[in-house]
C-alpha cells in the first residue's frame, strides 16, 4: 500500500484545478461561485443595517462581507465589526485622516489601529452603522 506519508496524502485533495476539476472545493469558495462578493453592499445597506446583525446569512458574514474589509469580532454573538481601511501606498490627505479620526471617536470607541501595511482598522463597528461610516 506504500508509506504512512502516501497513504496520508491519498485522502488529501490533489492539484483539483490541474487535474481538470473545476468545480470549488471549499464552502468559500461555493459562496464566491454562487454570488460575487461585491454583491452583498446592497444588502448591507438596505437589509442588514436597517434590521441588525441577526439579519446576516453566513454566507455573508464568513465571506462576502471581507470583500468590504468587514471581519467578525470574538466573541461574534456580541454582533461587532472590525473594519480594515485601505490606505493604498500608505498616502493619505490631511482631510483623509481627519474622517478617519472623526469615524474611530463616533463608531469606534475613539480607537483606531495603524497596521504594519499603513491600513487602518476600526473595532467594535455595528452593522447599523455601516453605511454612515462609508458617507464619512
Not at 4 to 9: E, F
Not at 12 to 17: C, V
Not at 55 to 63: N, P
Request: charged share 30%; aromatic share 10%; net charge negative.
Amino acid at each position: 500500500m506504500g508509506s504512512p506519508a502516501k497513504q496520508a496524502a491519498a485522502g488529501r485533495s490533489e492539484a483539483q484545478w490541474a487535474k481538470g476539476y473545476f468545480e470549488p472545493q471549499n464552502p468559500a469558495e461555493r459562496t464566491k461561485r454562487d454570488q460575487d462578493g461585491l454583491d452583498v453592499h446592497d444588502r448591507i445597506v438596505a437589509t442588514h443595517a436597517r434590521e441588525g446583525f441577526g439579519s446576516i446569512s453566513q454566507q455573508d458574514l464568513r465571506v462576502r462581507y471581507r470583500w468590504y474589509g468587514l471581519y467578525t469580532q470574538r466573541p461574534e454573538e456580541d454582533g461587532f465589526f472590525m473594519m480594515r481601511i485601505r490606505v493604498p501606498g500608505g498616502l493619505l490627505t490631511a482631510e483623509q485622516v481627519e474622517a478617519v479620526g472623526r469615524i474611530s471617536q463616533r463608531y469606534g470607541r475613539d480607537v483606531c489601529d495603524v497596521t504594519d501595511r499603513q491600513n487602518f482598522q476600526l473595532h467594535w463597528i455595528q452593522v447599523e452603522d455601516v453605511p454612515e461610516i462609508w458617507a464619512g
